[in-house]
């Protein structure tokens, strides 16, 4: 797919207001949003929260190593 042009863009926009009401797009659009900054901010390396830890066994022990 080699990229959308502006009218194409238009005919997706009278979609979207046919299927949700034009009163539902600034919360539809807001949803979005918070969505791919949440994405973005998951995607993120080096994040002490995407470091990987040792797996646990059913005990909570870490597993020795041998």
Sequence with gaps: MAGLRGWEWLIILAIVLLLWGAPKLPGLAKSMGESIRVFRKEMKP??????QKPAENEQGEKPSEK
């Design 46 to 51: 080096g994040d002490a929260k995407n470091a």
